[in-house]
């Protein structure tokens, strides 16, 4: 681990943040202190962007609040796209991948969610999916049958299967996906309640790369904060990886350092005590 007091905020360019369990926490709500602090970081010349396993309507309100003008790593880097709706760059899962994880849970009654781009699709809103998907105002389609969107398919840019009662139960799909795809596809697991399907070798890496190659820098040149297992290539990718306390065991083997928790503001509290080193050589 990097001693704080080694740490020097003007030897980066860019800071990227994921959202959920590291800029807000339960709540789904930024803290103002939050915000006033990457405020701050915009005015004195560090510009950020936010990287999430979200789509742009999932994401969009937490990006217009904090006015992020860089474009956003979503979907697990999976799509690059500004806040205007450009898309920079987007990949997507083999038809056969998607179209057997729909086989597989329709055999073992397990909510499916497939992201294809600005969507979120699910055969119905229940009890399981709504502590997830229950706070987000756009997006959402209730499809009833798979069917009914078969044409979409070839386009869907990942897919998970949603359990926020039992999280044992995820372990096995996980393992069940393992052993069906056998390699062909990345299987996550993202937070205590989702397992999810990537195309193979796509992280948010994948996604930052796409974005700084655009903005001439390296990503040496890039400080990064998250809290989980999919934060883990981004963490141990760049100049200085960041875990909030309440990260995942290998989010924070992955990092350079580990920071308060989300709920006590870590990421805040740690730059303002970058700014306030700056200010005072």
């Given amino acids: 681990m990097i001693q704080t007091d080694k740490i020097d905020i003007r030897d980066f360019k860019l800071l990227v943040f994921d959202i959920d369990g590291t800029l807000m926490g339960k709540d789904h709500i930024i803290h103002p202190f939050t915000k006033e602090t990457l405020f701050k970081l915009r005015a004195e010349g560090y510009p950020f962007t936010l990287a999430t396993g979200k789509n742009m309507p999932a994401t969009i309100s937490q990006a217009d609040e904090l006015e992020v003008d860089l474009p956003l790593v979503l979907i697990n880097g999976g799509m690059v796209q500004t806040r205007a709706g450009k898309i920079i760059s987007e990949l997507t899962l083999p038809a056969a991948v998607t179209r057997k994880a729909i086989e597989i849970c329709e055999a073992r009654k397990k909510d499916l969610v497939i992201y294809i781009g600005d969507g979120i699709f699910f055969k119905e809103m229940n009890e399981n999916i709504f502590p997830v998907y229950g706070h987000i105002t756009a997006g959402l389609h209730a499809v009833g049958e798979w069917e009914t969107i078969r044409e979409k398919i070839p386009n869907a840019n990942k897919c998970l299967v949603v359990d926020s009662f039992e999280p044992m139960n995820l372990l096995e799909m996980g393992n069940v996906f393992d052993d069906v795809f056998k390699g062909a596809v990345d299987v996550l697991h993202t937070s205590m309640v989702l397992v999810e399907l990537m195309p193979k070798g796509v992280n948010k890496v994948t996604g930052i790369r796409a974005l700084v ?4 820098i390296s990503m040496d040149e890039i400080m990064a904060f998250g809290d989980y297992d999919n ?19 290998s ?26 080193r700056q200010s005072r050589k």
């Fill in 213 to 216: 190659e655009s903005m001439g």
């Fill in 231 to 249: 934060d883990v290539e981004m963490l141990s990718s760049v100049g200085l990886g960041v875990a909030v306390e309440n990260a995942s065991p």
């Fill in 251 to 276: 989010a924070k083997a992955a990092a350079d350092i580990v920071i308060g928790s989300v709920d006590e503001q870590g990421p805040a509290v740690f730059l303002n005590k970058m700014l306030d």
